[in-house]
């Protein structure tokens, strides 16, 4: 099923502490080397009445579903976005689509990084940042966003939650230039194919966010800090339909209807190269990335479970005793009751 990628799957597609304390961990799973901040330590500030301060690294701009984690980062309030950085080809372009949805959400506040390819050739959601200059954004925009991301973790007083929703060459280079980031922050990503792979199938998948570069996860993996993850088994069998959907469809926030135009223009692109997708007035693609989002604040409705990985060069995340130790997100506790958390994210006001 190594074929079967996430890119491949969206075209096909019809359609906090006390958790933490439950984590079940796998037979072979050793201690972890872990250097840094863990969950306990970021789940702590929200119960002293702090904000969690985040990273967001994505390759936005090309599936959908960035944005949809995107919109429901912006609108946690148990969340301070301190930066989002363009990763994995086409910075320039990702960053474009980065700043024009934090300026329709009126957080131009937060600052916006390119990542280390700074190409602009335009992706599926090209169309609604045709007209968009980067170079007016209100807010800064830093040239070297594995920079930005090393000084805003450095210069954080407290722990930083780092979440990343694509393929990660970014990462590599931050810790190769700081490797005592590692220290300071804690890693949660949608990556790999844990026991079950797209859709819920029983055969695992080589997962597009670590077959586009396996090497740079490898890496991810090895740094000491604490490593969370949702895998497919978790995050590739949520969607919105139905009366929640039609909720985020109508709502007139201008970040949701700015999501909104997004996904028509997505789907538009899709379907331009003969992709069979779902009707964006009926239901969403599946929302893989949603689920770091909701990782970075909270694993209340998610059976977490510690596991040995290691990232395979064909892009598998395969269980091994030599593994790194990863904490996966490997079984839903309410998947409903996520789908209507996620529903009041987006539709919430941020």
């Given at each position: 099923?190594?074929?079967?990628t996430?890119?491949?799957?969206l ?10 304390a ?14 840094g ?20 690294d ?18 946690s309030p ?7 950085v363009?990763d994995?080809k ?46 007016k954004?209100?807010g800064?925009?830093?040239e ?16 930083v939650?780092?979440?990343?929703v ?7 280079e ?10 300071k922050?804690?890693?949660?990503g ?10 819920g ?7 597009w ?26 995050c ?23 999501l909104m ?9 899709q379907e331009?190269?003969g ?7 009926q ?5 893989f ?5 909701y ?31 990863v ?24």
């Amino acid at each position: 099923m190594s074929s079967f990628t996430r890119r491949t799957f969206l075209s096909a597609s019809a359609g906090g502490l006390a958790a933490s304390a439950l984590a079940m961990r796998s037979v072979h799973a050793a201690p972890s080397a872990v250097a840094g901040p863990t969950v306990e330590d970021a789940f702590a500030l929200r119960k002293a009445g702090k904000k969690i301060p985040v990273v967001f690294d994505t390759d936005i701009g090309g599936d959908i579903d960035d944005t949809w984690a995107l919109l429901m980062l912006l609108n946690s309030p148990e969340l301070d976005v301190k930066l989002v950085v363009s990763d994995y080809k086409n910075g320039t372009y990702r960053a474009k689509v980065l700043a024009k949805m934090l300026e329709v959400c009126g957080r131009t506040d937060i600052p916006v990084g390119i990542g280390l390819d700074k190409g602009d050739r335009g992706e599926d959601q090209a169309d609604w940042v045709a007209d968009y200059d980067l170079g007016k954004y209100p807010g800064r925009v830093y040239e070297d966003g594995a920079d930005a991301i090393i000084q805003t973790i450095r210069q954080s007083k407290d722990p930083v939650t780092l979440i990343a929703v694509g393929p990660v060459p970014n990462l590599p280079e931050v810790l190769r230039r700081a490797p005592d980031v590692a220290e300071k922050a804690r890693f949660v990503g949608m990556h790999g194919s844990v026991r079950k792979g797209y859709g819920g199938s029983e055969e695992i998948s080589a997962e597009w966010n670590v077959r586009a570069d396996p090497a740079a996860l490898r890496a991810v993996f090895k740094a000491r800090w604490e490593k969370t993850v949702t895998p497919l088994d978790t995050c590739g069998i949520v969607h919105l339909a139905g009366p929640r959907y039609a909720r985020i469809h109508g709502c007139q926030t201008p970040g949701a209807k700015a999501l909104m135009e997004n996904y028509r223009v997505w789907t538009e692109a899709q379907e331009k190269r003969g992709n069979k997708m779902p009707d964006p007035a009926q239901r969403s693609s599946t929302l893989f990335d949603t689920v770091a989002a909701y990782l970075g604040y909270s694993e209340d409705l998610l059976e977490m479970e510690t596991i040995n990985l290691v990232v395979t060069d064909n892009g598998f995340t395969r269980i091994d005793d030599g593994g790194s130790p990863v904490r996966c997100a490997m079984a839903w506790k309410d998947l409903d009751a996520f789908e209507e958390h996620l529903t009041e994210r987006i539709v919430r006001s941020g």
